[in-house]
């Protein structure tokens, strides 16, 4: 069974061909042995749009990173001189370990962001990292840096 790529403007599109009949296949998910492709799944998604919503992402993402890393430092700081004042140590702890946190979130997503950005250069944009399944433009469209189907998501959230 042989594939041909179409790359038509900025969409995607994939057709496999039975080598013995010449006459169009089954589409990429079949192949897989996913769910058959239906109107509104993966790969027919606007890849400008998506990345273009994935830099807009990015960019909020640096933005708040670096208020949370300011904040983090001001919040340090303000504490060490409310300390001397007489101020609750337990409250200067817990405000560092909130921005902490924050800051982690906030570099997870920027790694998932820029993962979703490679997944488009590389060409799976679109296809769940886990089981090849397409995920559906709703969710793509939803979450743009999301790299697994619904079910996948489901399953590694559940450990």
């Known amino acids: ?3 041909i790529v179409w790359v038509r403007k900025t969409r995607v599109l994939f057709c496999t061909f039975d080598s013995t009949t010449e006459q169009p296949g089954r589409s990429v998910d079949r ?3 996913a769910r058959s492709r239906r109107r509104g799944y993966g790969l027919g ?3 400008e749009v998506a990345k273009a919503a994935l830099m807009a992402e990015q960019k909020r993402i640096d933005h708040d990173l670096v208020v949370a890393r300011l904040g983090l430092a001001g919040s340090t700081h303000d504490s060490a001189s409310r ?5 609750d140590d337990a409250v200067a702890t817990l405000e560092a370990e909130v921005s902490t946190s924050v800051i982690d979130d906030l570099e997870t997503s920027r790694h998932e962001v820029d993962a979703a950005l490679a997944r488009i250069i590389e060409g799976t944009f679109g296809v769940c990292v886990a089981c090849g399944v397409t995920v559906p433009n709703a969710r793509l469209k939803a979450l743009p840096a999301c790299a697994r189907c619904i079910e996948c998501q489901r399953m590694q959230e559940r450990g």
């Open 31 to 33: 192949l897989r042995g």
């Open 83 to 87: 300390l001397g004042a007489g101020s």
């Open 1 to 3: 069974m042989a594939g």
């Open 45 to 47: 998604m606007d890849l």
